[in-house]
Protein backbone atom coordinates (compact mmCIF):
# COMPACT_ATOMS: atom_id res chain seq x y z
CA UNK A 1 0.00 0.00 0.00
CA UNK A 2 0.91 3.19 -1.30
CA UNK A 3 1.19 6.48 0.55
CA UNK A 4 -1.10 9.28 -1.43
CA UNK A 5 2.19 11.79 -1.34
CA UNK A 6 4.03 9.09 -3.05
CA UNK A 7 2.26 8.87 -6.01
CA UNK A 8 3.53 10.64 -9.28
CA UNK A 9 1.36 13.18 -11.61
CA UNK A 10 0.39 9.66 -13.91
CA UNK A 11 -0.36 7.75 -11.08
CA UNK A 12 -2.71 10.40 -9.66
CA UNK A 13 -4.95 10.89 -13.00
CA UNK A 14 -4.82 6.55 -12.97
CA UNK A 15 -6.22 6.42 -9.63
CA UNK A 16 -8.93 9.15 -10.16
CA UNK A 17 -10.29 7.44 -13.37
CA UNK A 18 -10.31 4.48 -11.08
CA UNK A 19 -12.44 5.97 -8.47
CA UNK A 20 -14.78 7.45 -11.16
CA UNK A 21 -15.23 4.40 -12.52
CA UNK A 22 -15.68 2.87 -9.01
CA UNK A 23 -18.07 5.67 -8.20
CA UNK A 24 -20.43 5.01 -11.62
CA UNK A 25 -20.45 1.64 -11.06
CA UNK A 26 -21.57 1.89 -7.55
CA UNK A 27 -24.30 4.65 -8.54
CA UNK A 28 -24.95 1.95 -11.17
CA UNK A 29 -26.10 -0.54 -8.59
CA UNK A 30 -27.81 2.39 -6.02
CA UNK A 31 -30.54 2.74 -9.23
CA UNK A 32 -30.61 -0.95 -9.69
CA UNK A 33 -31.27 -1.89 -6.04
CA UNK A 34 -33.37 0.88 -6.01
CA UNK A 35 -35.78 0.19 -9.48
CA UNK A 36 -38.59 -2.05 -7.80
CA UNK A 37 -39.64 0.16 -4.94
CA UNK A 38 -38.02 3.03 -5.73
CA UNK A 39 -38.45 4.60 -9.11
CA UNK A 40 -38.34 7.89 -8.89
CA UNK A 41 -35.11 8.16 -7.26
CA UNK A 42 -33.51 5.27 -9.15
CA UNK A 43 -33.73 8.78 -11.78
CA UNK A 44 -31.41 10.02 -9.36
CA UNK A 45 -28.91 7.91 -9.34
CA UNK A 46 -28.60 7.32 -13.07
CA UNK A 47 -28.03 11.08 -13.12
CA UNK A 48 -25.28 11.04 -10.79
CA UNK A 49 -23.82 8.07 -12.53
CA UNK A 50 -23.84 10.04 -15.81
CA UNK A 51 -21.89 12.95 -14.22
CA UNK A 52 -19.53 10.28 -12.95
CA UNK A 53 -19.36 8.51 -16.34
CA UNK A 54 -19.00 12.39 -17.77
CA UNK A 55 -15.53 12.75 -15.49
CA UNK A 56 -14.18 9.44 -15.82
CA UNK A 57 -14.02 10.55 -20.27
CA UNK A 58 -12.22 13.74 -19.13
CA UNK A 59 -10.02 12.04 -17.37
CA UNK A 60 -8.95 8.94 -19.82
CA UNK A 61 -8.71 12.02 -22.44
CA UNK A 62 -6.23 13.89 -20.59
CA UNK A 63 -4.18 10.58 -19.81
CA UNK A 64 -3.76 9.86 -23.09
CA UNK A 65 -3.04 13.12 -24.20
CA UNK A 66 -0.20 13.67 -21.58
CA UNK A 67 0.63 9.61 -20.87
CA UNK A 68 -0.18 7.30 -23.87
CA UNK A 69 -3.11 4.84 -24.17
CA UNK A 70 -2.04 2.39 -20.85
CA UNK A 71 -3.42 3.78 -18.00
CA UNK A 72 -2.24 1.78 -14.53
CA UNK A 73 -4.41 0.02 -12.64
CA UNK A 74 -4.47 1.81 -9.36
CA UNK A 75 -7.17 1.65 -7.17
CA UNK A 76 -8.45 3.26 -3.63
CA UNK A 77 -7.25 -0.02 -1.57
CA UNK A 78 -3.97 0.33 -3.48
CA UNK A 79 -3.46 3.69 -0.99
CA UNK A 80 -3.58 4.48 2.58
CA UNK A 81 -6.37 7.18 3.62
CA UNK A 82 -9.47 6.53 1.85
CA UNK A 83 -12.44 5.58 3.63
CA UNK A 84 -13.64 1.49 3.12
CA UNK A 85 -16.82 1.64 1.61
CA UNK A 86 -19.28 -1.38 2.47
CA UNK A 87 -19.69 -3.42 -1.00
CA UNK A 88 -23.28 -2.85 -2.45
CA UNK A 89 -24.05 -6.57 -2.96
CA UNK A 90 -23.55 -6.71 0.89
CA UNK A 91 -25.82 -4.15 1.80
CA UNK A 92 -28.69 -5.85 -0.18
CA UNK A 93 -31.89 -5.17 0.13
CA UNK A 94 -31.02 -1.61 -0.11
CA UNK A 95 -32.31 1.07 1.94
CA UNK A 96 -33.70 4.40 0.54
CA UNK A 97 -31.73 6.70 3.59
CA UNK A 98 -28.66 4.61 3.80
CA UNK A 99 -28.18 4.55 -0.21
CA UNK A 100 -28.14 8.78 0.51
CA UNK A 101 -26.14 8.90 3.33
CA UNK A 102 -23.87 6.62 1.29
CA UNK A 103 -23.93 8.91 -2.08
CA UNK A 104 -23.28 11.97 0.30
CA UNK A 105 -19.79 10.52 1.78
CA UNK A 106 -18.75 9.75 -1.57
CA UNK A 107 -19.02 13.06 -2.93
CA UNK A 108 -17.42 14.52 0.16
CA UNK A 109 -14.43 11.77 -0.40
CA UNK A 110 -14.32 12.42 -4.10
CA UNK A 111 -14.03 15.95 -3.93
CA UNK A 112 -11.09 16.21 -1.02
CA UNK A 113 -9.09 13.55 -3.20
CA UNK A 114 -9.34 16.20 -5.77
CA UNK A 115 -8.58 19.03 -3.89
CA UNK A 116 -5.42 17.36 -2.45
CA UNK A 117 -4.48 16.40 -6.10
CA UNK A 118 -4.75 19.65 -7.67
CA UNK A 119 -2.86 20.98 -4.90
CA UNK A 120 0.11 18.69 -5.59
CA UNK A 121 -0.11 18.46 -9.25
CA UNK A 122 2.75 20.57 -11.37
CA UNK A 123 1.12 20.04 -14.89
CA UNK A 124 -0.79 23.32 -16.21
CA UNK A 125 -3.20 20.89 -17.84
CA UNK A 126 -3.92 18.20 -15.12
CA UNK A 127 -3.93 20.90 -12.14
CA UNK A 128 -6.60 22.28 -13.77
CA UNK A 129 -8.79 19.30 -14.60
CA UNK A 130 -8.15 18.38 -11.07
CA UNK A 131 -9.52 21.38 -9.48
CA UNK A 132 -12.38 21.75 -12.20
CA UNK A 133 -13.16 18.39 -10.75
CA UNK A 134 -12.58 19.13 -6.77
CA UNK A 135 -14.95 22.47 -7.96
CA UNK A 136 -18.02 20.11 -9.34
CA UNK A 137 -17.90 17.48 -6.68
CA UNK A 138 -18.59 20.44 -4.60
CA UNK A 139 -21.45 21.55 -6.49
CA UNK A 140 -22.89 17.92 -6.64
CA UNK A 141 -24.34 17.91 -3.13
CA UNK A 142 -26.22 21.22 -5.25
CA UNK A 143 -26.62 18.82 -8.59
CA UNK A 144 -28.23 15.77 -5.86
CA UNK A 145 -30.64 18.32 -4.68
CA UNK A 146 -31.55 19.56 -7.90
CA UNK A 147 -31.94 16.34 -9.33
CA UNK A 148 -34.38 14.94 -6.80
CA UNK A 149 -36.32 17.85 -6.87
CA UNK A 150 -37.00 17.40 -10.37
CA UNK A 151 -37.39 13.66 -10.61
CA UNK A 152 -39.13 13.67 -6.91
CA UNK A 153 -42.27 15.70 -6.95
CA UNK A 154 -43.75 16.53 -3.24
CA UNK A 155 -46.54 13.28 -3.96
CA UNK A 156 -43.97 10.82 -5.08
CA UNK A 157 -41.42 11.95 -3.03
CA UNK A 158 -44.09 11.02 0.13
CA UNK A 159 -44.76 7.28 -1.73
CA UNK A 160 -41.71 6.54 -1.42
CA UNK A 161 -41.06 7.63 1.98
CA UNK A 162 -44.22 5.86 2.82
CA UNK A 163 -42.49 2.44 0.77
CA UNK A 164 -39.48 3.03 2.81
CA UNK A 165 -41.35 2.91 5.83
CA UNK A 166 -43.19 -0.14 5.10
CA UNK A 167 -39.43 -1.86 4.14
CA UNK A 168 -38.49 -0.98 7.42
CA UNK A 169 -41.26 -2.32 9.04
CA UNK A 170 -41.48 -5.42 7.36
CA UNK A 171 -37.35 -6.14 7.99
CA UNK A 172 -36.40 -4.69 10.84
CA UNK A 173 -39.58 -4.34 13.05
CA UNK A 174 -41.74 -7.25 12.97
CA UNK A 175 -39.12 -9.38 13.24
CA UNK A 176 -38.27 -7.51 16.55
CA UNK A 177 -41.23 -6.82 17.69
CA UNK A 178 -41.71 -10.74 17.41
CA UNK A 179 -38.98 -11.51 19.06
CA UNK A 180 -39.04 -8.92 22.06
CA UNK A 181 -42.65 -9.98 22.24
CA UNK A 182 -41.38 -13.46 22.71
CA UNK A 183 -38.75 -13.31 24.99
CA UNK A 184 -40.57 -10.60 27.34
CA UNK A 185 -44.12 -12.64 27.80
CA UNK A 186 -42.89 -16.87 27.21
CA UNK A 187 -39.86 -16.62 29.85
CA UNK A 188 -42.12 -14.59 32.77
CA UNK A 189 -43.52 -18.17 33.43
CA UNK A 190 -39.83 -19.72 34.15
CA UNK A 191 -38.25 -16.73 35.61
CA UNK A 192 -40.80 -16.06 38.16
CA UNK A 193 -41.88 -19.92 38.89
CA UNK A 194 -38.27 -20.20 39.83
CA UNK A 195 -38.42 -17.59 42.05
CA UNK A 196 -41.35 -18.28 43.63
CA UNK A 197 -40.32 -22.05 43.93
CA UNK A 198 -36.33 -21.40 45.28
CA UNK A 199 -36.82 -18.19 46.74
CA UNK A 200 -33.49 -17.00 46.01
CA UNK A 201 -32.32 -14.68 43.84
CA UNK A 202 -29.35 -16.18 41.68
CA UNK A 203 -31.35 -19.14 41.44
CA UNK A 204 -34.26 -17.36 39.36
CA UNK A 205 -31.04 -15.58 37.59
CA UNK A 206 -29.70 -18.52 36.10
CA UNK A 207 -33.38 -19.60 34.87
CA UNK A 208 -33.74 -16.50 33.29
CA UNK A 209 -30.66 -16.18 31.46
CA UNK A 210 -30.67 -19.71 30.46
CA UNK A 211 -34.21 -19.47 29.10
CA UNK A 212 -33.63 -16.06 27.20
CA UNK A 213 -30.46 -17.08 25.79
CA UNK A 214 -32.35 -20.18 24.72
CA UNK A 215 -35.50 -18.79 23.35
CA UNK A 216 -33.27 -16.21 21.42
CA UNK A 217 -30.89 -18.98 19.75
CA UNK A 218 -34.21 -20.69 18.81
CA UNK A 219 -36.00 -18.01 17.40
CA UNK A 220 -33.56 -16.47 15.21
CA UNK A 221 -33.49 -20.12 13.37
CA UNK A 222 -36.64 -20.00 13.25
CA UNK A 223 -37.56 -16.59 11.83
CA UNK A 224 -34.15 -17.07 9.45
CA UNK A 225 -35.78 -20.61 7.73
CA UNK A 226 -38.75 -19.18 7.57
CA UNK A 227 -38.73 -17.13 4.45
CA UNK A 228 -36.03 -16.20 2.31
CA UNK A 229 -37.43 -13.03 1.42
CA UNK A 230 -37.24 -13.37 -2.36
CA UNK A 231 -41.14 -13.19 -2.57
CA UNK A 232 -42.15 -11.41 0.52
CA UNK A 233 -39.43 -8.56 0.12
CA UNK A 234 -38.83 -9.31 4.11
CA UNK A 235 -34.66 -8.95 3.62
CA UNK A 236 -31.76 -11.68 4.35
CA UNK A 237 -33.41 -14.19 6.30
CA UNK A 238 -30.24 -14.47 8.38
CA UNK A 239 -30.28 -10.43 8.81
CA UNK A 240 -33.83 -11.32 10.14
CA UNK A 241 -32.87 -13.84 12.05
CA UNK A 242 -30.61 -11.73 14.16
CA UNK A 243 -32.73 -9.34 14.54
CA UNK A 244 -35.58 -11.77 16.22
CA UNK A 245 -33.00 -13.47 18.47
CA UNK A 246 -31.34 -10.63 19.73
CA UNK A 247 -34.68 -9.06 20.76
CA UNK A 248 -35.35 -12.49 21.75
CA UNK A 249 -32.68 -12.63 24.28
CA UNK A 250 -33.40 -9.03 25.47
CA UNK A 251 -37.07 -9.35 25.82
CA UNK A 252 -35.88 -12.18 27.98
CA UNK A 253 -32.95 -10.66 29.97
CA UNK A 254 -34.70 -7.33 31.07
CA UNK A 255 -36.71 -9.26 33.89
CA UNK A 256 -33.88 -11.60 34.65
CA UNK A 257 -31.67 -9.24 35.10
CA UNK A 258 -33.24 -7.37 38.54
CA UNK A 259 -32.42 -11.32 40.50
CA UNK A 260 -28.80 -9.99 40.61
CA UNK A 261 -30.02 -8.72 43.59
CA UNK A 262 -29.47 -10.59 46.64
CA UNK A 263 -32.21 -9.27 48.40
CA UNK A 264 -35.29 -11.52 47.05
CA UNK A 265 -38.49 -9.04 48.24
CA UNK A 266 -36.40 -6.32 46.30
CA UNK A 267 -34.96 -8.19 43.38
CA UNK A 268 -38.82 -9.38 43.13
CA UNK A 269 -40.26 -5.86 42.63
CA UNK A 270 -37.50 -4.51 40.26
CA UNK A 271 -38.48 -7.54 38.39
CA UNK A 272 -42.43 -6.86 38.45
CA UNK A 273 -41.27 -3.37 37.38
CA UNK A 274 -39.70 -3.91 34.39
CA UNK A 275 -41.89 -6.28 33.41
CA UNK A 276 -44.67 -3.61 33.13
CA UNK A 277 -42.21 -1.20 31.56
CA UNK A 278 -41.22 -4.08 28.86
CA UNK A 279 -45.04 -4.68 28.26
CA UNK A 280 -45.53 -0.74 28.03
CA UNK A 281 -42.68 -0.70 25.06
CA UNK A 282 -44.44 -3.70 22.98
CA UNK A 283 -47.50 -2.14 23.29
CA UNK A 284 -46.32 1.52 22.04
CA UNK A 285 -44.19 -0.38 18.97
CA UNK A 286 -47.42 -1.91 18.06
CA UNK A 287 -48.97 1.29 18.09
CA UNK A 288 -46.85 3.14 16.21
CA UNK A 289 -45.39 0.96 13.73
CA UNK A 290 -48.53 -1.61 12.98
CA UNK A 291 -51.00 1.12 13.38
CA UNK A 292 -52.68 -1.25 16.01
CA UNK A 293 -55.26 1.16 18.49
CA UNK A 294 -53.41 1.95 21.41
CA UNK A 295 -55.40 0.78 24.04
CA UNK A 296 -55.78 -2.45 21.70
CA UNK A 297 -52.55 -2.79 21.82
CA UNK A 298 -52.85 -2.30 25.35
CA UNK A 299 -55.33 -5.05 26.29
CA UNK A 300 -53.65 -8.21 23.39
CA UNK A 301 -50.09 -7.37 25.08
CA UNK A 302 -50.97 -6.96 28.77
CA UNK A 303 -53.79 -10.04 28.98
CA UNK A 304 -51.14 -12.18 27.30
CA UNK A 305 -48.38 -10.79 29.94
CA UNK A 306 -50.48 -11.29 33.02
CA UNK A 307 -51.75 -14.74 31.70
CA UNK A 308 -48.22 -16.08 31.83
CA UNK A 309 -46.66 -14.39 34.78
CA UNK A 310 -49.74 -15.60 36.46
CA UNK A 311 -49.12 -19.02 35.46
CA UNK A 312 -45.54 -18.95 36.57
CA UNK A 313 -46.27 -17.68 40.01
CA UNK A 314 -48.61 -20.74 40.38
CA UNK A 315 -46.65 -23.08 39.22
CA UNK A 316 -43.33 -21.34 41.11
CA UNK A 317 -46.00 -21.71 44.68
CA UNK A 318 -47.33 -24.81 44.20
Not at 93 to 112: I, K, N
Not at 130 to 145: F, I, K, M, S, V
Not at 275 to 300: F, N
Amino acid sequence: MRSFDSLSEREILALAISLEEEDERVYSEYAEGLRENFPASTAVFEGMREEESGHRRRLIELFRQKYGEHIPLIRRQDVRGFVHRKPVWLMQPLGLDTVRDQAAAMEVESRRFYEKAAARAQDPGVRQLLDDLAQEERHHENRAEELEKRELQPDIKRQEDESNRRLFVLQVVQPGLAGLMDGSVSTLAPVFAAAFATKNSWDAFLVGLAASVGAGISMGFAEALSDDGSLTGRGHPWARGFICGLMTSVGGIGHTLPFLIPDFRIAMIAAIVVVVLELGVISWIRHRYMDTPPLSAALQVGLGGVLVFLTGILIGSS
